[in-house]
């Protein structure tokens, strides 16, 4: 267990829907990162949260957003569901949000599968 | 272009054998470079972290080399295990800015019995 928990693990829905994925970040880590890994792909990073306020974005399509709460978990709201957007996304979560050789160990969540049908 | 390229992009070898991964990168301020290990399905998990000044650093049987002058990095696998089977991310890290890291699109490693 990595520290880092994220829910669902399998999500199945159908194109043109609605999906929110949760992010619990490691104790005391502050910061939040967002990750898309389609089949055979590498991780392609969408956005970074830190202390609940964006600090990165990445290649994030207008149709996602996401937030940090006060408790420092993220959600990330998937919309208009395509079937490209069948892919694991994963939470990411550090000490902080920059700088520092430790800084940005980034401790990885085992990930969201979402299937669009 | 992937600023960071590994290769090969994937490999089969037997147990017991070594290997050597690569990773080139053009990202510039650097500031660390890390490998990881990703089983099929999981999150990745940090196997090494070099900084600029560090050539080598080991991790049980793996072993992470860095050239920061002709920005390469391998990652050498000795006396592989079945358990290697996964794939091996490069990933580097800018200085200054927002300090995302840069994956590469990783190495699939496959050790046969």
């Known amino acids: 267990d990595s520290g880092v928990t994220q829910t669902p693990k399998h999500l199945i829905t159908a194109t043109g829907q609605r999906v929110t994925l949760r992010c619990s970040p490691r104790?005391?880590?502050?910061?939040v990162y967002w990750y898309q890994q389609s089949l055979d792909q590498g991780l392609q990073f969408l956005i970074q949260?830190?202390?609940?306020?964006?600090?990165a974005k990445g290649n994030i399509l207008e149709r996602f957003s996401a937030q940090q709460f006060p408790d420092l978990h993220s959600e990330l709201n998937l919309s208009s569901l395509e079937l490209g957007d069948s892919a694991l996304y994963f939470c990411?979560?550090?000490?902080?949000?920059?700088?520092?050789?430790?800084?940005?160990?980034?401790?990885f969540g085992a990930g969201s599968r979402l299937t669009v049908l | 272009k992937n600023q960071v390229e590994q290769s090969p992009q994937s490999l089969i070898i037997l147990e017991g054998k070594n290997c050597t991964l690569q990773c080139n990168y053009t990202v510039s301020p650097f500031s660390n470079l890390r490998w990881y290990k990703q089983d099929t399905g999981r999150g990745p998990v940090s196997l090494t972290i070099m900084t600029f000044s560090e050539n080598t650093k080991s991790n049980g049987r793996y072993t992470a080399t860095l050239d920061a002058d002709t920005k390469q990095s391998s990652l050498h696998i000795t006396a592989s295990q079945l358990s290697d089977s996964a794939s091996y991310i490069c990933?580097?890290?800018?200085?200054?800015?927002?300090?995302?890291?840069?994956f590469g699109r990783g190495t699939s490693l496959i050790v046969h019995p």
């Open positions: 990933v580097v890290t800018l200085s200054g800015g927002s300090y995302i890291p840069t």
């Open positions: 104790s005391g880590d502050l910061s």
């Open positions: 990411a979560s550090s000490p902080s949000g920059a700088g520092g050789r430790g800084a940005n160990v980034l401790t």
């Open positions: 949260y830190y202390n609940g306020e964006e600090r």
